[in-house]
Each structure stands twice: as structure tokens, then as C-alpha cells.
């Protein structure tokens, strides 16, 4: 992302006042408090301004994947509980240990290079058990569970870690009736009730993602782990659950002119003008994550009033169709591609339109605007540490 001006070409404007609303709504349906989690630069709102702004509206955690996404959150001062959960044979777990961040392994070599890395330190490690209860994807593995166990005692025995916490991941959260998700919770409670045999008994299991935290309060267990509801996006298509998105993506309009019928408009000429019209150029393309695949099956808000984007998205800008009179939009007025929509006025496109056609979903557009999208935050403080 390029550096501020006033009023940037294209912007990526987050409320964080809507993050800390959105906090509110998750903890008040799951019944239990926020680790929030802010993986991936915050799905693309920017991790450290999220995070101060969620803590501050009550989140009692963060969370994220890789150790260097903790690192640049503990660099940033912030000091609240943190922990990372994916991890390589690379890496710095002694940088981990130092910063304090919670170290969930997924694995007894993951658990082995941690041990080994607080002898070094000579620095107790917090630890956190992910368990693979039915994701198939990273979480310690069933076949590795009882000897993952034992070490753990061990370690936790000799000083070298503390057990802090259990977690496992939901393969079904947005399928709320799905039988596996009680299944996961009762293997978490089960991987702790084996622990708990041998001794080790950790603080807190936490297991439910932002669909199982709004929907399945009966899977919350002492925390829950929302990413995606906490930046307004509803993780059930859908479902209203009254969250505000905090992310509003918006252009000002590059170049406003008329063409004639039958001209061919971008790259390739996929759209025609049916009838002498004016188009309307914007400056954002598929480098700042506008998905070229939506070309020709998206609309844009200018003034309240929705119009259709024409011709194929490119690199750098797209078009639009204003209409034989222009539908009264002027270069330097402001189009919402997609975003929040004010109290009052006509709905806003939102994220989940274009993900739904293409066939994604709004996790992968939000977390992928980029490029010279130029981040502004509003509706919150950004400044010191929390
Ligand atoms: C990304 C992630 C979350 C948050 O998921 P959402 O669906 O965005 O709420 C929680 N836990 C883990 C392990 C994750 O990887």
C-alpha cells in the first residue's frame, strides 16, 4: 500500500469503530470473550490498527498464523496475550519464547523444537495444544495425540513450557447443524481430559471460528477465535447477524467520457455499446485486487446511484457505464466499489457480491485488496499501544 493523501485515488478506508461494534456482537452471541484474530494483515484491514481497536473494545486475545505476523504486532507494542499457530521446521521459536507470544504446535517435533529453543533461552515457553479433531489440516494428529501428550506433561514437568491453552479448528462452522462440529468439540474436551490425567491441566479451550461463535454458543468454551465476523463480513451468507463491515473500498472517478453505439470498450472489446453512452474510467484494477473474473458483472455506487461495470478489468483501471446523459457523475466524484453502506442512504455493493460471482468467498476479496489501494482508518484512535 502507497503512502496517505487527503483524498487518494483509490482508498481503503476501515471504520474501526465498526471492528469494535462487530467485537460487541460476536462476544454477546458466543457468550464468552474475543481472541481476535488478525492473521494476514488483519484480512486486510492492517493487523496493528485492527488489533488496538478490538482490544480495546473488549477482545481479551489475539490471534494469528505465522510467529512474524505476532512479531510485527509485539513490535508495534502491543503487549496482550497473542498466539500463532502455524509454524515451519524454520522456524524462530526462540524469538517467539522471547516475545512471550503463545506457541500452538501441531505436532510432537513442532512441541520438541519449542522445548528445545526455551532450554536454550532457559525462558519457559507458553504453549498451546492445537488438535486435530476432525479438520485434516494442520492440529496435532490422532496417531500422534498420546505421545504429544506425554511430552507435554513432560515439558510442562521440567519447566520448560507451560500448556496455556487447547484449541482445534472447525471444518463445518459456516454449517452450523453439521453434525461434526459437536464431534470436534468433544474431541477437543477429550484430548483435555487426557491431559488432564496426566496432570496438565491448561487455562482455556477455545475452538469456535466466527460462524460457530454467532451461531453455536453450546461450542463455545472458554474463549472464542472469530476472524472474519469481527470485519463485518457475514461468515453465513445470508445470515444477518447486524455486523457492520469496517472495510470500504473507493476510487475517484479517473475520467468521465462519451462514446459512441457500436464502440468497442477495454481490452479485447467484450462489451459494446448498445447506444451512444458516457463511460466513467476508475483507478483500481486487478493489481489492487479488483478480480479481473467479475469484468462485466459488477456494479459501483457514485452519489447513491448503482452503476454497471463494462469491458474487461484491467491491471490498472475499469469502466463503467454512465448512461446516454451520464447519470449526473463527474470526474473527481467518489465511487464505493464496495463497503459499508451510511444510515439512510441506498445500499452499497458489498464484498460478498463479487465473491458470490465468481464463486469464492468475501474472505479471499477483502484479504486481497492490495496494491495501490491506499489504507485510511476512521472512526477509532490508531495512535499509541494497548
Ligand atoms: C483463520 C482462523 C480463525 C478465524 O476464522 P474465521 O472464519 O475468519 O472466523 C480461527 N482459528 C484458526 C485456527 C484460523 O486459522
Redesign the pocket.
Known amino acids: 500500500m502507497t503512502t496517505m493523501t487527503d483524498s487518494p485515488a483509490l482508498a481503503a478506508t476501515v471504520d474501526l469503530s465498526a471492528i469494535a461494534h462487530n467485537v460487541r456482537v460476536v462476544a454477546e452471541r458466543a457468550g464468552a470473550p474475543v481472541?481476535a484474530?488478525v492473521?494476514a494483515d488483519g484480512?486486510g484491514h492492517g493487523a496493528v490498527p485492527v488489533a488496538r481497536a478490538a482490544l480495546a473494545a473488549g477482545a481479551v486475545e489475539l490471534?494469528v498464523?505465522h510467529l512474524t505476523e505476532a512479531l510485527t504486532l509485539r513490535a508495534a507494542g502491543i503487549d496482550a496475550h497473542l498466539t500463532s499457530?502455524?509454524h515451519t521446521p524454520g522456524t524462530d521459536f526462540a524469538a517467539g519464547i522471547a516475545a512471550g507470544v503463545d506457541l500452538?504446535i501441531s505436532s510432537p517435533r513442532q512441541l520438541a523444537a519449542v522445548v528445545a529453543a526455551a532450554r536454550e533461552t532457559g525462558t519457559t515457553a507458553i504453549v498451546t495444544a492445537?488438535v486435530d479433531t476432525g479438520m485434516g489440516r494442520?492440529g496435532i494428529a490422532p496417531d500422534e495425540w498420546a505421545q504429544t501428550a506425554a511430552d507435554l506433561a513432560r515439558a510442562q514437568a521440567e519447566g520448560a513450557i507451560t500448556l496455556r491453552a487447547m484449541?482445534c479448528?472447525l471444518a463445518f462452522?459456516?454449517e452450523p447443524d453439521h453434525p461434526m462440529n459437536s464431534q470436534q468439540a468433544a474431541g477437543l474436551d477429550a484430548a483435555a481430559a487426557d491431559l488432564a490425567r496426566l496432570g496438565v491441566v491448561p487455562e482455556a479451550l477455545h475452538l469456535s471460528?466466527?460462524?460457530a461463535?454467532l451461531t453455536r454458543p453450546d461450542l463455545s468454551r472458554d474463549l472464542v477465535?472469530?476472524?472474519?465476523?469481527?470485519y463485518g463480513c457475514s461468515?453465513i451468507p445470508g445470515m444477518d447477524f447486524g455486523l457492520i463491515p469496517a472495510l470500504t473500498l473507493s476510487a475517484e472517478v479517473a475520467l468521465v467520457k462519451k462514446i459512441p453505439a457500436g464502440q468497442g470498450v477495454s481490452y479485447g472489446h467484450s462489451w459494446i455499446t448498445p447506444r451512444d453512452t458516457t463511460i466513467a474510467v476508475l483507478p483500481a484494477g486487478y493489481a489492487d485486487g479488483v478480480p479481473r473474473l467479475i469484468s462485466g458483472r459488477f456494479e459501483v455506487s457514485i452519489n447513491g446511484r448503482r452503476f454497471p461495470g463494462v469491458g474487461r478489468i484491467c491491471m490498472d483501471q475499469l469502466v463503467l457505464d454512465l448512461g446516454p446523459d451520464g447519470g449526473g457523475v463527474s470526474e473527481g466524484d467518489r465511487a464505493v466499489l464496495f463497503g459499508a453502506t451510511p444510515a439512510g442512504e441506498p445500499e452499497v455493493p458489498k464484498a460478498v457480491d463479487w465473491a458470490e460471482t465468481i464463486g469464492t468467498i468475501d474472505?479471499e476479496i477483502v484479504s486481497g485488496i492490495r496494491g495501490r489501494a491506499q489504507r485510511r482508518y476512521v472512526g477509532g484512535d490508531t495512535g499509541g499501544p494497548v
Request: charged fraction near 15%; hydrophobic fraction near 40%; aromatic fraction near 12%.
Open positions: 481472541i484474530v492473521k484480512y490471534g498464523a499457530w502455524l500452538a492445537k494442520s484449541m479448528h462452522g459456516d471460528n466466527s460462524p461463535a477465535r472469530p476472524g472474519l465476523a469481527l461468515p474472505y
